[in-house]
């Protein structure tokens, strides 16, 4: 049964430092996001992929996050410097790239705690 | 832009009621519509999808029907169960395959 993981599960860190998040999508598939889900703002995409390429980060505060696909195994979501507002679950998708129909596959999330 | 519209939350009823969520979306192409549910603690899944007009998507009791005419997707159950206590979001696909979701709705079964 084949599944997105991320690791770490859980995260806490303090402010300023630099946080990394990691996800192996399921193999085969070529389009990889990222969200980030709060009590406050719901379900963000904050950014995703084809075949490895960014396509849209606009979701994304540019100066601090930083989202790459260094093969297609894997895709990490930094932030550096972290700060208490980004204290959330960011939850990784990915699907089979068949345009207008996905189904996106989610994995169980990183809760993060910026203290 | 494409959007979605779900019913506020939380719904509550008791074990083997029955259940409406309602969801309506605007696109200005033809979407495939779906609906996810989150468990506690949980990613996401899948519940049921419908990738064009009168399309009727169903699994594990739940259906939904693609109305064009209404431009809607209401997620329906005959009869609920404690264990379907969850979030669920409705969502419509744009053509470049992101995913537009509602806000969810909180359902909570009591027995």
């Known amino acids: 049964d084949a599944r997105v993981t991320q690791t770490p599960r859980d995260k806490v860190t303090e402010m300023g430092q630099e946080v990394t998040m990691r996800c192996q999508p399921i193999l085969g598939h070529n389009t990889v996001f990222w969200y980030r889900q709060t009590m406050m703002q719901g379900l963000e995409l904050l950014a995703y992929?084809?075949?490895?390429?960014?396509?849209?980060d606009s979701g994304m505060p540019k100066d601090r996050f930083s989202a790459e696909m260094p093969d297609a195994t894997l895709a990490t979501l930094k932030i550096q410097p972290s700060e208490p507002r980004d204290s959330a679950v960011y939850f990784c998708?990915?699907?089979?790239?068949?345009?207008?129909?996905?189904?996106?596959?989610f994995g169980p999330g990183t809760r993060l705690t910026v203290l | 832009g494409d959007s979605v519209t779900q019913m506020e939350g939380p719904v509550t009823l008791s074990e083997e009621a029955f259940l409406t969520i309602n969801c309506t979306y605007t696109?200005?192409?033809?979407?495939?519509l779906f609906w996810y549910v989150q468990y506690p603690g949980e990613g996401l899944q899948l519940l049921l999808k419908a990738t064009k007009a009168d399309d009727k998507g169903s699994n594990k009791g739940f259906e939904a029907t693609y109305r064009k005419e209404t431009t809607s997707f209401h997620l329906e159950k005959g009869s609920v169960q404690v264990s379907d206590s969850a979030v669920y979001f409705c969502?419509?696909?744009?053509?470049?395959?992101?995913?537009?979701f509602g806000t969810g709705t909180r359902l909570q079964v009591f027995p």
């Open positions: 992929f084809r075949n490895r390429a960014p396509l849209d």
């Open positions: 696109a200005t192409g033809y979407p495939s």
């Open positions: 969502a419509l696909s744009d053509p470049t395959d992101k995913l537009i």
């Open positions: 998708a990915s699907g089979p790239g068949t345009q207008g129909v996905d189904t996106q596959y």
